[in-house]
């Protein structure tokens, strides 16, 4: 889907410089053709000058061979009036206009001709020249209106593959959460309960033989299944902390913090500005889920001595910040290492994002780490 949605992007681009490469083309032979039709014009405007010259010429010359004619009829009527000299004067200047003038019509002729075909080429030109001007400005309302819309399909492309991939690293992300809690019932309270079954048959064996053996390992028991419920329950906090529903944010990271002190002997230290109060549910979940991953990840890598949380109530808007005096790290480092998926910062990142929200990391190698986030409120 993804690849087809690229192929789909680059099949439009595609079309778009080949229609843009052929309105180019077109405006190159409109404009040759132009060149052509001016200097055919300017050719044909000689022409037409010479064809209204050589008219007034052969009409010049028409009336000369008529007088030479009329004078040539008078001086053989009257042959004895006129010396032999006059006669073939008259004869010779009859003959060299005509043919003079049937050396100018024919000249005549060729020039109409050359002028008559080149208006032909002219108005064949300028048909030519209209046709190319009427496409090429067509193209460019069909390139306009093509770059116009497919810059916005390809960002609707872009949204939905970004959309996408979110979607898949959500599910991924939910996989990821699935096989943790079941490490974790696995490894806690599976294997403890299995012990307690194995240590209740040993006691019930042990029942009849020696009493005081059977206190003690009921003691163990005990102890046992108070670690499992105790596993039980952090396993059931982690999934969904009750006091995050019942209560809302602020108790909820308190308790947390508590409890992640207690257990890890890391002071965490939490300051909240502004009144607390219930935001939407999602924004409550999303906020939890980023500290919590906050403060795993500092468990696991930062090996940190403080931690700070800080959550700030504005109008309009809330802020969270989880902040360590680790080891910290390189953002950049980690993004092209790429060994293996990271879900925690990249979760933290989809959950800001889901909620409109801004997220920072700010960190370098020792200099601890602070996690910024802030989520706009509605009200
Ligand atoms: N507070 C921190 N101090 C030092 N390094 C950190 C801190 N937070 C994250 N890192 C580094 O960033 C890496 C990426 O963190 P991220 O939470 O994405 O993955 P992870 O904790 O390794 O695995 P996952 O969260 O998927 O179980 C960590 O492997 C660690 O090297
Ligand atoms: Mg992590």
């Not at 810059?151 to 990821?176: F, N, P, R, T």
């Not at 930062?302 to 309009?316: F, Y």
């Not at 996690?371 to 409120?377: A, D």
């Amino acid at each position: 889907m993804v690849s087809d949605m690229g192929n789909l992007d680059k099949i439009i681009k595609e079309t778009v410089s080949a229609v843009e490469a052929g309105k180019r083309q077109v405006f190159e032979i409109a404009e040759s053709s132009q060149l052509e039709y001016c200097r055919l014009k300017k050719e044909f405007e000689e022409v037409r000058q010479q064809v209204s010259s050589m008219v007034n010429e052969v009409d010049t010359i028409t009336v000369e061979e008529k007088k030479a004619r009329t004078r040539l009829a008078e001086v053989s009527k009257n042959f004895k009036k006129y010396t032999e000299q006059d006669i073939k004067k008259a004869y010779e200047d009859a003959q060299e206009k005509q043919l003079k003038l049937a050396n100018l019509r024919g000249s005549e002729r060729l020039l109409r001709y050359k002028r008559d075909s080149m208006e032909q080429s002219l108005r064949r030109l300028e048909g030519m020249l209209n046709k190319a001007e009427n496409l090429a400005s067509q193209l460019s309302i069909v390139t306009n209106y093509l770059t116009g819309n497919l810059k916005d399909l390809s960002q609707k492309i872009d949204d939905m593959q970004q959309v996408q991939l979110l979607g898949i690293s959500i599910i991924k992300a939910q996989e990821e959460e699935r096989r943790r809690v079941a490490r974790d019932i696995h490894d806690g309270p599976a294997q403890l309960m299995a012990n307690i079954v194995m240590r209740a048959e040993f006691c019930l064996k042990l029942m009849d033989v020696d009493h005081n053996k059977v206190r003690e390992e009921l003691h163990d028991l005990q102890n046992l299944v108070r670690q499992s419920l105790q596993d039980v329950r952090k396993i059931i906090f982690d999934l969904r902390p009750m006091v995050l529903d019942d209560l809302g944010l602020v108790p909820a990271v308190r308790r947390y913090a508590e409890d992640f002190q207690a257990q890890y002997d890391l002071p965490v230290e939490i300051v909240v500005i502004g009144t607390a109060r219930r935001f939407p549910i999602t924004i409550e979940v999303a906020l939890f889920r980023i500290l919590q991953e906050c403060l795993s990840n500092i468990r696991k890598h930062a090996r940190a001595n403080r931690i700070m949380i800080k959550v700030e109530i504005l109008t309009g808007k809330i802020n969270v910040v989880v902040k360590d005096d680790g080891i910290g790290f390189n953002l950049d480092q980690i993004k092209n290492a790429g060994k293996r998926e990271c879900f925690g910062l990249l979760g933290m990142r989809e959950r800001t994002q889901i909620l409109k929200g801004e997220i920072t990391i700010n960190s370098s190698h020792g200099q601890g780490s602070v996690i910024s986030v802030s989520v706009p409120l509605e009200d």
